[in-house]
Structure formats: structure tokens, C-alpha cells
Nanobody
Framework: QVQLVESGGGLVQAGGSLRLSCAAS????????MAWFRQAPGKEREFVTA????????DYVNSVKGRFTISRDNAKNTMYLQMNNLKPDDTAVYYC???????????????WGQGTQVTVSS
């Protein structure tokens, strides 16, 4: 089992940047595929990006390609999401998730953090 805690959210103007972190408990972080999802008010939680156990395989939703970068440091049990050129449409609660595989399928992740709010003003 793994516990996840996100941090780094906040309020930023359009065009700005934020870096989210997801800290995992335990010594098995390296065994999990990891992902970021987000949920805007009144909308379903959607996939943003995922990274494999070793970091060799990465997937992004089209809307964030070229602006967001996912990474992980298995020695520090931490995953990151660097978000550049933020847009108002990126406003949402961002969640990190852990599962056996790095996939776009929300149901494949049994472990979730509590979320961190990202608000982008125009």
C-alpha cells in the first residue's frame, strides 16, 4: 500500500508556471506506475499524464503536450509535474495516483492523493 500527498498548487496568472509534487510513503514507490489527473468544477476527473515505473514511458493528454512535464525521482519517492504556459482551462484540482501500470484508465489506480488546487487567472 502507498499513501500519496500532493503539494505545490496555487493561484497563478495565465502564462505562468507551477510545479506540483507528489510524495509517496513506503519503500515501494518504484514499483508503481504513476499519473496525474485533474478535476474542474462540474466536470469528471480527467487524465493529464502518466509515467512508468522507471520513467522510460510517458504519456500526455494532447491539451498539455509541450507545456507540462512529468518526472519522478524514485530515490526520493516523489513524482513531479512541471506546468508551464498555464491557461485558465488548466484550473482544476490536481490529483496524483499510483497503480500497477501507467495508463490513462482512471479505474486502474487504487491509490490517490487528496488533491491540490491549481487556479489560473486570465
Amino acid at each position: 500500500q502507498v499513501q500519496l500527498v500532493e503539494s505545490g498548487g496555487g493561484l497563478v496568472q495565465a502564462g505562468g508556471s507551477l510545479r506540483l509534487s507528489c510524495a509517496a510513503s513506503g519503500r515501494t514507490f518504484r514499483l508503481y506506475g504513476m499519473a496525474w489527473f485533474r478535476q474542474a468544477p462540474g466536470k469528471e476527473r480527467e487524465f493529464v499524464t502518466a509515467i512508468s515505473r522507471t520513467g522510460e514511458s510517458i504519456d500526455y493528454v494532447n491539451s498539455v503536450k509541450g507545456r507540462f512535464t512529468i518526472s519522478r525521482d524514485n530515490a526520493k519517492n516523489t513524482m513531479y509535474l512541471q506546468m508551464n504556459n498555464l491557461k485558465p482551462d488548466d484550473t482544476a484540482v490536481y490529483y496524483c495516483a499510483a497503480g500497477t501500470l501507467a495508463t490513462r484508465n482512471r479505474g486502474a489506480y487504487p491509490y490517490w492523493g487528496q488533491g491540490t488546487q491549481v487556479t489560473v487567472s486570465s
